[in-house]
């Protein structure tokens, strides 16, 4: 089950709009090119030109928006790829373009309307192509803005800078705790992050001080249960994957009074399973969707290995399936 | 008496620091300078034992200061925000170097580590947080201190006290004096066990788990019962 805090992957640009408006531009631009290419000004031959080029941009839309959505399943390591393999195909495509019209000029005697059209149906799937791969360089970059994000920049210290403006005058000794507490965090987040994997239990040493922070500014309401078997600690992770999981049940699923948060974490067959869960009562899942589990599930090879669901007691469960390499 | 030098541009940062080094006996704080050329001229003068060193001062950076030392150098141990800072810190010749922002503990922690035979055993007791206010603890009246969700807690006669510094740190600071890790989240001082029955350590104050991989090791001190002239600290 997809709860709604799970963040939608975002919209690729081929909608019916804007693939009927990129038609649209298609024609007037196959209708001028027509205009000026063919001497004779023939008015059905500019209409032809128009029709093909709108033809092909709305069927390579259809198909750069299939395609788009069956890359979004594959994570970044799936966009490179992909990416690679356009350039090479333009390439390709441009010679084969190239030898038809030579093809063409040379055995259909006159080829000029046969190029005139050709030259229309490229100049479309040229143009969907360039768009659908400045998309998935978009995606791309905000992928990495992503990364970076939760990398540098440190939103969970921004919440506590404000506890922390209150408590210099309430409680002074505490002010102090809790700015080595953040200092440790902050230092620690960025220590873990220039790994590719930690062991889990330095994971947790992490996510602790950081739920530690968190009931810094929550107050004692807030209680975690952490069920790491002993012979898991060692479990390689990638950094911050727990921490994106315990992110999230606090921002979605913890009712404003506190509550209770479990993290546990399982062997299975295929691999390491992390789970945390929140008692479901979080603020509903509206604006600003997802941000910590958009950014876990963007780093997954399989979104399908980040899932939510929702447990008979009514708690709901994120998990997280780190598969044997 | 180790005498020490602060030279530290902020001036809060330079009076929490010199007031962390002013609460240990045994240490007496000489100086202060709140630049670099300044700070070398009172080392000339004053000849400290040791020096706490910002890496970025006006007038005269740290490394650039530590450069500009003629022998005898006093120990030199930097302060500094950015790790990086560390390895260059080094390789002048730092004798230590701390993160800012410095902790108790971990200052306490460097000077032992520089001055093993000066060390004094208050440097051993451990901040607490005991209604409101800082208390030091000796480590005699500590049966265990536990990690809780990156706080660490001191089990004692006066109840559950939050202390400074990380169960690590702790671990390194005070098994010389008997105590020992039992569990991912928790140190024991071996003196205070009452029992020990099916994984769980009896405490007076309660409970905790025992780990299944740290048995062996607890059951072996227990037998050895290590000894705890809690006064003198072994580096």
Redesign the interface.
């Known amino acids: 089950m997809r709860l709604g805090y799970l963040d939608p992957f975002p919209r690729h640009p081929f909608t019916p709009k804007r693939i009927l408006f990129g038609a649209l531009a298609a024609v007037v631009a196959g209708d001028m090119f027509a205009a000026v290419m063919d001497a004779s000004r023939n008015s059905w031959w500019a209409l032809v030109c128009g029709a093909v080029t709108a033809l092909a941009y709305v069927l390579g839309g259809l198909w750069m928006r299939a395609r788009l959505a069956w890359l979004e399943e594959q994570g970044e390591a799936g966009w490179q790829q992909d990416l690679q393999r356009r350039r090479t195909g333009l390439l390709w495509a441009m010679v084969g373009y190239l030898a038809l019209t030579l093809f063409a000029t040379a055995y259909l005697g006159s080829g000029r309307q046969f190029l005139i059209l050709t030259f229309c149906i490229v100049l479309s799937a040229l143009s969907i192509f360039q768009e659908g791969s400045t998309e998935l360089e978009r995606l791309l970059v905000r992928q990495r803005d992503l990364a970076l994000q939760a990398r540098l920049a440190p939103h969970f210290l921004h919440g506590a800078l404000s506890t922390l403006k209150g408590a210099i005058a309430q409680?002074p000794?505490?002010a102090q705790?809790l700015?080595?507490?953040l200092?440790?965090?902050s230092?620690e987040a960025v220590?873990i992050t220039a790994e590719r994997e930690i062991p889990l239990?330095r994971e947790l040493a992490f996510v602790?001080?950081?739920?530690?922070?968190e009931?810094a500014r929550r107050g004692e309401a807030l209680q975690?249960v952490i069920e790491v078997p002993?012979g898991l600690?060692s479990e390689p992770v990638p950094p911050m994957s727990l921490q994106l999981l315990v992110e999230n049940a606090l921002r979605h699923g913890l009712p404003a009074g506190g509550g209770e948060i479990r993290i546990l974490a399982a062997r299975l067959p295929e691999g390491l399973q992390l789970s945390v869960e929140d008692p479901g009562q979080g603020e509903a899942s509206q604006a600003g969707l997802g941000q910590s589990l958009g950014i876990l599930r963007r780093r997954l090879e399989r979104a399908s290995d980040l899932n939510l669901a929702t447990t008979p007691g009514g708690r709901h469960r994120a998990t997280l399936l780190l598969r044997r390499p | 008496m180790i005498r020490a030098v602060v030279i530290e541009d902020d001036a809060r940062s330079r009076a929490l620091l010199a007031s962390y080094l002013q609460e240990l006996p045994g240490l007496e704080v000489v100086g202060e300078a709140a630049d670099g050329l300044e700070g070398r001229d009172l080392i000339e003068r004053l000849r400290p034992d040791a020096v706490f060193l910002d890496v970025e001062l006006p007038g005269l950076s740290g490394p650039q200061l530590a450069r500009s030392l003629v022998e005898p150098r006093p120990a030199l141990v930097f302060v500094t925000a950015h790790?990086e800072h560390a390895v260059e810190a080094f390789r002048l010749g730092a004798a230590h170097y701390l993160?800012?922002?410095v902790?108790r503990v971990e200052l306490a922690q460097a000077l032992t580590r520089l001055y093993p035979a000066q060390a004094r055993h208050e440097w051993l007791r451990i901040p607490a947080?005991s209604r409101?206010?800082?208390r030091l603890l000796d480590p005699q009246e500590v049966e265990a201190l536990v990690?809780?969700?990156?706080?660490c807690q001191a089990w004692s006669s006066e109840g559950v006290l939050?202390v400074?510094g990380?169960l690590a740190q702790w671990e390194e600071r005070l098994a010389p004096v008997g105590f020992l890790r039992v569990h991912?989240n928790a140190l024991v001082r071996l003196e205070a066990i009452q029992g020990l029955e099916a994984g769980v350590i009896q405490l007076p104050s309660g409970s905790l788990p025992l780990?299944?991989?740290r048995r062996e090791e607890l059951e072996q001190a227990l037998e050895r019962r290590i000894p705890g002239p809690a006064a003198t600290p072994r580096p």
């Open positions: 409680d000794l505490e705790a700015v080595d507490q200092a440790r965090l230092r220590a239990t602790e001080v950081y739920l530690g922070v009931r975690v002993e600690e | 790790a993160m800012k922002p902790n947080r409101g206010r800082l990690a809780d969700l990156g706080d939050r400074e990380t991912r780990s299944r991989r």
